[in-house]
């Protein structure tokens, strides 16, 4: 307990799955908390869950000027920013005659361009030190098919961890990844499966994980805790894969 104690943190994507629960272990581990979503619903539901003390904000995760606007909010509501997880994301599984230039567009709006655009409107936000933790994916580094989009917005993400840690160590900024597994969250329901198509995938994907399991986000949400905490000082650059063995085969 305790281990943000102090820490002013912004979660993108915090209204739901890996997000919410991370949200409820940093409020529990005594940080200030900020997140953002898109879905109303869901930003209500996450407000009342969370509290008054957690800023809720609408934000468009692959707008340019919303992140400019996001950084404001930062700015009017903590002065200031030590810890950022940037979890807002999207998945897109297709097969590759199947994407279109705007899923593809889509994709790496939310995916990249979005998060690329919100570290540097929170450039001058940044504590030192301070602590990024980019949310990737196992599928950045297995050749799973239906998902060569999707990987490559997070081996992207990948690429930003190493060279902004590079280029941000000096100013006391650590960059880092979590890859997780698979998960279960509600992102799975928003893949367009009917029920009985959403099993069969979740039975494929599952038979691949040496684990035999799906994850859960309190898996997840640990992992960032540490990777945002003091405990971690010295871990910079890396990619922390919670994936129950997944990426190993």
């Known amino acids: 307990m305790n281990r943000l104690a102090g820490k002013r943190a912004l979660i993108t994507g915090g209204t739901t799955g890996i997000g919410l629960e991370t949200a409820r272990q940093f409020l529990r581990e005594g940080a200030r908390v900020m997140i ?9 539901s996450a407000a009342k869950e969370l509290g008054p003390e957690v800023a809720v904000l ?10 400019r606007e996001l950084a ?40 990249l361009k979005g998060p690329f655009f919100l570290i540097q409107a929170l450039l001058q936000l940044f504590a030192n030190p301070t602590s990024i933790v980019l949310n990737a994916s196992v599928n950045a580094h297995i050749g799973m098919p239906n998902t060569s989009v999707y990987a490559a917005t997070k081996a992207g993400l990948l690429s930003l961890v190493k060279t902004l840690s590079g280029e941000l160590i000096g100013r006391g900024i650590r960059v880092n990844a979590v890859s997780p ?49 003091d405990e971690s000082a010295f871990t910079v650059g890396s990619d922390l894969m919670v994936d129950g063995g997944m990426g190993n085969l």
């Open 181 to 229: 597994g698979p998960i279960e969250t509600p992102l799975y329901g928003k893949l367009g499966f009917s029920e009985a198509e959403l099993k069969l995938v979740a039975a494929s994907i599952q038979g691949q994980v040496p684990a035999k399991r799906f994850g859960n986000p309190a898996e997840i949400a640990s992992a960032v805790v540490y990777l945002a905490s």
């Open 58 to 67: 609408a934000s468009d995760a692959s707008n340019v000027a919303a992140q």
């Open 36 to 44: 953002t979503g898109t879905s109303a619903k869901n930003l209500e």
């Open 72 to 111: 404001d909010a930062v700015r009017q509501k903590f002065g200031g920013l030590d810890v950022l997880f940037v979890n807002a994301g999207t998945v897109d599984m297709r097969p590759v005659d199947q994407i279109d230039e705007a899923a593809f567009d889509r994709s790496f709006g939310i995916n």
